[in-house]
T-cell receptor, first 114, second 114 residues
Framework: DQQVKQNSPSLSVQEGRISILNCDYT??????FLWYKKYPAEGPTFLIS?????DKNEDGRFTVFLNKSAKHLSLHIVPSQPGDSAVYFC?????????????FGTGTRLKVLA | EPEVTQTPSHQVTQMGQEVILRCVPI?????FYWYRQILGQKVEFLVS????????KSEIFDDQFSVERPDGSNFTLKIRSTKLEDSAMYFC????????????FGEGSWLTVV
């Protein structure tokens, strides 16, 4: 049961351009979403979050957009830098339903080309 | 910046042996978690822990697994009788609250069962 999907396993972007990473979910109870960056053999590093009461959250080069009707969120990185090359995971939770777990997507490997 | 620390970073164990993975969560956090990632797969939730008891656990977290907060700072995951399929990177995480709170991950403990 794949409740959180990242349908693009990989993405390549030129340095300085925009990177757009997508995430789809099926559970309409999800109300809080997180994006993480992960390097090999390291733990996930938190990037940005969004609550379902918002449709956009911005933090420096990172912006997350949430489209609840489409059950879709996206992470925009502008401008992309070579150091952004990593695997990006979205994670979702139905916090209002009393659960204490985040469901992770399968990840998208971003490669930023210099 | 406060961080979640995990030990050991890598452990090799014989099948059937007991393993204890240790974590020191961020000091003022109240919620603690274990996740794991089998090589090449997604990050999977194992268990959440709050107020000295398990809040939620996944199907993976069977009777072979247990968690404990033996003192005010450590949080441990014990696997009683390891199986080959337990080989994975195990991540400890913590958060101050749950709803609307970010969870912060440690660097992971890589467990290899031979």
């Amino acid at each position: 049961d794949q409740q959180v999907k990242q349908n693009s396993p990989s993405l390549s972007v030129q340095e300085g351009r925009i990177s757009i990473l997508n995430c789809d979910y099926t559970n309409s109870m999800f109300d809080y979403f997180l994006w993480y960056k992960k390097y090999p053999a390291e733990g996930p590093t938190f990037l940005i979050s969004i609550s379902s009461i918002k449709d956009k959250n911005e933090d420096g080069r990172f912006t997350v957009f949430l489209n609840k009707s489409a059950k879709h969120l996206s992470l925009h990185i502008v401008p992309s830098q070579p150091g952004d090359s990593a695997v990006y995971f979205c994670a979702a939770s139905a916090t209002a339903s009393g659960t204490y777990k985040y469901i992770f997507g399968t990840g998208t490997r971003l490669k930023v080309l210099a | 910046e406060p961080e979640v620390t995990q030990t050991p970073s890598h452990q090799v164990t014989q099948m059937g042996q007991e393993v204890i993975l240790r974590c020191v969560p961020i000091s003022n956090h109240l919620y603690f978690y274990w996740y794991r990632q089998i090589l090449g797969q997604k990050v999977e939730f194992l268990v959440s822990f709050y107020n000295n008891e398990i809040s939620e656990k996944s199907e993976i977290f069977d009777d072979q697994f247990s968690v404990e907060r033996p003192d005010g700072s450590n949080f441990t995951l014990k696997i009683r009788s390891t199986k080959l399929e337990d080989s994975a990177m195990y991540f400890c995480a913590s958060s101050w609250g749950f709803s609307g709170n970010t969870i912060y991950f440690g660097e992971g403990s890589w467990l290899t069962v031979v």
